[in-house]
């Protein structure tokens, strides 16, 4: 039996993508996971369903944590097939406008998260980028089933 939720799923990827130092990762999960939606950033936001029912069902604004805790969670539940760039999910810490910034593209969607809190002192700007085999590798894991996916034929 798994035990392992959607939202742990998703504060573990937080966790391994917003930090080097495992120390952190608690400060880390906190501060990242609670970033809300901003609607004037999120340049492609539409209120139209991307075909996830667990995403279409968030409130607006939602989360970060939510958002892709609700992704996996409908990979997990069956809810979505696989498609080929379907979604990423991408980091980008930098100095702009005093916070934070994450997002997650869904389809035509484009979804940016920003952090009240000001970011740790950064001189450069950072980017981390997954593809959406990650979170339909966790999907699989929290959902019981064992699928391999990928973007790439040669996997």
């Known amino acids: ?21 495992v120390k952190d990762s608690v400060e880390t999960v906190r501060r990242f996971r609670s970033m809300q939606l901003d609607e004037k950033l999120s340049h492609s936001f539409s209120k139209q369903p991307i075909g996830i029912s667990t995403f279409d069902r968030l409130p607006t ?9 609700a992704l996996v969670e409908g990979v997990a539940q069956k809810l979505v097939a696989y498609r080929p760039n379907y979604f990423t999910i991408a980091i980008m810490q930098t100095r702009l406008a005093g916070s934070i910034q994450w ?12 952090s009240a809190e000001a970011p740790p002192k950064l001189d450069v700007q950072r980017e981390i980028r997954i593809s959406q085999d990650t979170i339909f590798e966790l999907g699989a894991f929290v959902g019981g089933f064992h699928e391999r996916f990928s973007n790439s034929a040669s996997r």
Not at 1 to 21: E, F, G, K, R, Y
Not at 104 to 109: E, I, L, M, N, W
């Open 1 to 21: 039996m798994n035990n392992v939720t959607s939202t742990d799923a998703a504060n573990l990827l937080i966790a391994v993508m917003a930090t080097p130092n």
């Open 61 to 69: 604004p939602h989360t970060f944590g939510e958002g892709l805790a």
């Open 103 to 114: 997002f997650y593209k869904v389809g035509s969607t484009n979804n940016v998260y920003r």
